[in-house]
């Protein structure tokens, strides 16, 4: 993308920063958008009732620049809330998460709308997603590229593949997004992205890249059922519910209503089997990064 462009000529790309207590981190994550080479950006952070200095930083970057807009909740909403509301909010043509812990290229914006902008069939594209446990660098993600012509083959590939879902940090199209939404279960991540994903193709770009931070509150299962303050049986038991809600979400959401019942529940019986027996796979590959960055056993 040519920073020369001025923001007019270019659509308007919205980054929707969700946050709670996160002084410690959330200016880096704030630096990363606003140092975008894409000229035309909003920036939106949606403060969940922070009590720490989050809302300091915040309102002191927001005075510097006039494409960053500030709300703090008088009251914690909830962390799914606090993404759905922040998304509501996007103006811009196209939208994306950003973890208040995480940071991206300074070309992510431009590479990412640049595709989304002459492939209509895409509806999501994202970096390479980098992983680390505090500054310490763990891994590089599964590049997940998903472009068969067949709708239900790449929501089968999807499951097949996802491991910590880097692509729900990609840049999508407002208006199909503010459709999907966040469900506030188990896994409502993984189940935005299967509808995205029925509703188009998803791409990973190597030409830039988003670094996300592991051993928060969504580093297990117990840990994010607690935190999205779920039912016991999500807390103890979160391969099942997250199978239920997998079923339930491509029988029933309407993303897939262009699906007969039954195609919609054979779908989400081979979902569950495929994201089960990737996970067998991965139990290996997760205890040796575990020890390798010393993230402490739960």
Known sequence: MNKKLKPSVVPLVSIGIPTCNRADLIEQTLQSAIRQDYPNLEIIISDNASTDQTEE?????????????????????GATDNFNFVLKQAKGQYFMWLGDDDWIDENYISECTSILEVEASVAIVAGIPKYYYGDTYLYTGFVMNLENNSNTRRVRDYFASVQHNGIFYGVMRTQV???????????GDL??????????????????????????????????AKSMALPWLDQ??????????VLQHIVHDASFASLSFWQRYKLGLKCIFLAFYRKIQTILFKQKFAERAGIPNR
């Open 236 to 245: 103890y038991f979160p391969r099942i519910s997250l199978a239920h809600n």
């Open 177 to 187: 997004i503010q459709k999907k939404e966040l469900k506030n279960l188990m896994g």
């Open 57 to 77: 930083i915040c309102s002191r970057l927001q005075k510097e620049y006039n494409n960053i807009i500030y709300i703090k909740h008088p009251s914690n909403m």
């Open 191 to 224: 189940l935005t992205i299967a509808s995205m994903v029925f509703t188009g193709k998803a791409r990973t770009l190597e030409s830039c890249n988003l670094h996300r931070r592991r051993g928060g509150s969504s580093s297990d299962g117990k840990s994010l």
